[in-house]
């Protein structure tokens, strides 16, 4: 499977932005999908994923502010990203593997758990 993220930008504190994470390929909706990102001099870490019945799980950081959900008739994870700060400016990536779970199992924050990766998408947040 091939990822495509979009819907990066430039936004102001308090801003919105949502995310895309369009997949190409056959069964995506039998695939968990992640969103990650990486700061500058940090480490990439979780931000939100979804697993392919839709059982989701958020980082500390973002709960109550971002939203992960699916649309598998097009193929297309998104990110809904509310109260945006200065501290959630980073690359954003998305991440998929085929997700062998049973309903209602959250999905893994270990990035080491996907094996297909989109390229990033920036997301600067201005003070």
């Known amino acids: 499977v091939q990822l495509q993220a979009s819907g990066g930008g430039y936004v102001q504190t308090g801003g919105s932005l949502r995310l895309s994470c369009a997949a190409s390929?056959?069964?995506?909706?039998?695939?968990?999908v992640g969103w990650f990102r990486q700061a500058p001099g940090k480490e990439r870490e979780i931000v939100a994923a979804?697993?392919?019945?839709?059982?989701?799980t958020y980082s500390a950081s973002v709960k109550g502010r971002f939203s992960i959900d699916r649309d598998n008739a097009k193929n297309t994870v998104y990110l809904q990203m509310n109260g945006l700060r200065p501290e959630d400016t980073a690359v954003y990536y998305c991440?998929?593997?085929?997700?062998?779970?049973?309903?209602?199992?959250?999905?893994?924050?270990?990035?080491?758990?996907?094996?297909?990766w989109g390229q990033g998408t920036e997301v600067t947040v201005s003070s």
């Open positions: 991440a998929a593997f085929r997700d062998y779970s049973g309903p209602s199992t959250a999905p893994p924050g270990g990035a080491g758990a996907y094996d297909y």
């Open positions: 979804i697993s392919w019945c839709g059982s989701n």
């Open positions: 390929g056959r069964l995506f909706s039998s695939y968990a």
